[in-house]
């Protein structure tokens, strides 16, 4: 299965992209990963802020890919395509799907869901990712960067 595959499939929908849009997508990532630091947060609430900053990051390696991802499983889509995008491990998208499905209970479900251990291993895949994604863009679209 390639991204051509899943476009064919409906599942994402081509997108020219622009430096404005990866500079806002990473600069919202960097914002997300100084807020989950912030002190006296509960870890639920520092956990989805650095989910978020991952989402952006993997966001950003999607568009620099010529692709948006359909509304439909957003997330999952967005998360999955990191595999085509950045060469992602199988394990790093498997640890991020399941940190997504733990998101969904933390958020919407349950408060204390997320511990402290979970909020912080959350913080450094969203940090790895980020650095990962500028590294692949850098390499394959620089004009993207600045």
């Known amino acids: 299965m390639t991204l051509r595959d899943w476009l064919k499939n409906g599942w994402l929908s081509e997108h020219v992209t622009s430096h404005e849009e990866i500079a806002n997508l990473l600069g919202l990532c960097d914002r997300d990963l100084q807020d989950c630091r912030t002190v006296g947060l509960s870890s639920d ?29 957003h997330h999952y889509r967005v998360l999955q395509s990191l595999t085509f995008t950045i060469n992602a491990q199988p394990a790093l998208v ?19 869901a997320i511990s402290d251990q ?22 394959t679209r620089p004009e993207l960067l600045s």
């Open 45 to 73: 609430w520092r956990f989805s802020i650095a989910y978020n900053a991952a989402l952006q990051a993997a966001t950003a390696a999607l568009a620099a890919s010529g692709y948006r991802a359909a509304r439909e499983a």
């Open 94 to 112: 498997r640890r991020l799907d399941a940190f997504r499905k733990k998101r969904n209970i933390g958020g919407y479900e349950s408060a204390g």
């Open 118 to 139: 979970e909020a912080e291993e959350m913080t450094g895949l969203a940090a790895k990712l980020r650095e990962l994604v500028e590294r692949e863009i850098r390499t």
